[in-house]
């Protein structure tokens, strides 16, 4: 099995968990899960590396702390384009990408 399709299984899985751990994220259901991750895994490609690039000196200012407002941004963004997947609030968005940041270094140290 490819490993993008894992990781992106992996991803779905995540994102189906935490609505359970946050409050303020919804998701209607495994199919919904799997399009927030296609979603996320598309902005993540296309669009954050233009946000980085623009906010760099913002970035390098407040020592790599403005790449977690960025990936918070890009996580309630596809809460916008998903139907069944709805993003209340930044701080959820935040603490919500931070919790998928964290299952996607896991996924990097055994090689996923």
């Known amino acids: 099995m490819p490993k993008f399709f894992i990781k992106w299984l ?11 751990l946050v409050s303020g994220i919804y998701i209607d ?9 296609a979603v996320l895994a598309l902005l993540n490609l296309l669009v954050r590396p233009v946000l980085v690039f623009i906010t760099f000196p913002l ?3 407040t020592l790599g702390f403005f ?8 996580f309630k963004i596809a809460g916008n384009f998903v139907m069944g997947f709805a993003v209340d609030s930044f ?3 935040f603490i919500a990408s931070r919790s998928e940041e964290h299952t996607s270094e896991l996924q ?3 090689g996923i």
């Open 59 to 61: 970035t390098i200012f």
């Open 10 to 20: 992996v991803t779905a899985g995540t994102i189906l968990a935490i609505p359970h």
């Open 67 to 74: 790449l977690l407002i960025i990936n918070a941004f890009l």
């Open 91 to 93: 701080g959820a968005a």
């Open 108 to 110: 990097s140290r055994f």
């Open 29 to 37: 259901g495994i199919g919904t899960a799997l399009a927030a991750a």
